[in-house]
């Protein structure tokens, strides 16, 4: 730890990072990269790793981090559209299992290949599986919001996001405790109940809770962070992620919230600050000596994970829109419309490189998350470019070129 971090004072350790918030977003459009890779950038650069303005262990970073990765996965769940869901929900579904199977098996296969123990494999397959649709502010600007391949890639979403996650905890889960088949069994009913009390129990009582109680903003916002809170603690007391219980608690409230003012709050709050702060100290712990390290003594494995990511997603979407009679643009739509990882590919990541094992070995080793953070990038940069090409020759009406750099931390409301 440098001198910078010993002696600059607190409160100015709070100015320079409040600066970078509000400094990041402008430089990330100047650069056209996402903003979600600009706050990672950030918290490398203010890291220990470099320098060193924050140190590598502070309790209440942590803290705010956190929340905002929790906040983040809330809102994922609470802005997805089930209205939209409901009206396609068969094709939404079977293009949803297609595009999480796919990539998962790929995943599967490279992390065997190169080295990795079937459970590690496993997770980095239900990392491709997923998918974030920061191209959507795109597409809604062409006019094509509900257009069919559109809504079928967004109702989509649900179903990759919660099957990642469900293989996410099993994972964690077998990693922390050992793999057996009775066990198995027992974290797969506890995951059924535990899905029954949030969406059922909790939607029920969290929607009787806002017509009684939420009646001001104040009150609905206290409620919403309360809600994040319960939902993250019943997932750690059943031995799965907090992000788990936070995604389904947004599930559960989510048509009693949606278009409240409170709910409008809410979301500025984590976007102007939780959420940031997360992938701020995400950043602290990339180290760029390992980073390069990484790109040059593991460039085929990048180069699979990056590659296997779009092949598959990109197959998918021809497959599936073939067999509906999609046109080519259609079906190129869909493709990049699933091919930015960000939201809940870090989100998993970072949990997968904390889960430790008896023995104190990783479920992800720093390695593998040097590598999901270049695949962040990378799809989060040419999903969009390919996005508004095929809008534009589906028929979209594109004025002036689409802002790239719409993240869930921009609008977590259709991300994945």
């Not at 806002?210 to 009646?215: P, T």
């Not at 990109?314 to 073939?322: C, F, K, L, R």
Request: proline share 5%.
């Amino acid at each position: 730890m440098d001198a910078a971090s010993i002696h600059l004072p607190p409160m100015a350790r709070f100015a320079v990072v409040m600066f970078l918030l509000l400094a990041t977003p402008y430089m990330a459009k100047r650069l056209r990269i996402p903003t979600v890779v600009g706050y990672i950038l950030v918290g490398v650069i203010v890291g220990p790793h470099a320098l060193s303005i924050m140190p590598a262990n502070t309790k209440v970073a942590d803290f705010f981090a956190e929340l905002g990765k929790l906040l983040l996965m809330f809102f994922v769940g609470l802005e997805i559209n089930l209205q939209q869901f409901r009206e396609h929900r068969a094709k939404s579904l079977i293009f949803g299992l297609v595009t999480f199977t796919l990539p998962l098996l790929t995943g599967l296969a490279i992390g065997l290949f190169f080295g990795y123990s079937p459970l590690s494999a496993l997770l980095i397959g239900s990392l491709l599986a997923s998918h974030t649709l920061i191209a959507y502010p795109i597409v809604l600007k062409a006019g094509l919001a509900r257009h069919l391949p559109v809504t079928v890639t967004v109702g989509a979403t649900i179903l990759t996001d919660m099957l990642s996650l469900l293989v996410l905890a099993v994972c964690v889960t077998s990693h922390k405790a050992g793999f057996s088949l009775g066990a198995l069994a027992i974290q797969l009913a506890e995951l059924g109940l535990f899905i029954f009390i949030m969406v059922f129990v909790l939607g029920r009582t969290g929607r009787w809770l806002f017509a009684q109680l939420g009646k001001t903003d104040e009150a609905s916002f206290a409620l919403m962070l309360g809600i994040v809170g319960v939902g993250a603690t019943l997932a750690e007391y059943l031995q799965l992620e907090g992000i788990i219980g936070a995604f389904l608690a947004g599930l559960a409230v989510n048509e009693a919230v949606r278009g409240t003012a409170a709910k409008e709050k809410t979301e500025f709050l984590a976007n102007a600050f939780f959420i940031p702060a997360f992938f701020i100290v995400t950043g602290f712990l990339v180290d760029l000596k390992v980073l390069a390290g990484t790109l040059w003594n593991q460039a085929g494995l990048v180069a699979s994970i990056v590659l296997g990511l779009m092949g598959s997603k990109w197959i998918a979407a021809q497959v599936v829109g073939h067999a509906w009679k999609f046109p080519p643009a259609d079906r190129g739509l869909m493709g990049s419309l699933t091919f930015p990882q960000v939201a809940a590919t870090i989100a998993s990541a970072l949990v997968g490189y904390t889960a430790l094992n008896a023995a104190g070995q990783r479920l992800l080793d720093e390695r593998m998350l040097n590598v999901v953070l270049v695949l962040v990038v990378v799809t989060s940069v040419v999903g969009p470019i390919l996005t508004e090409r095929f809008a534009r020759q589906a028929g979209g009406t594109l004025d002036a070129p689409a802002p790239v750099d719409v993240t869930p931390a921009d609008r977590p409301g259709v991300s994945g």
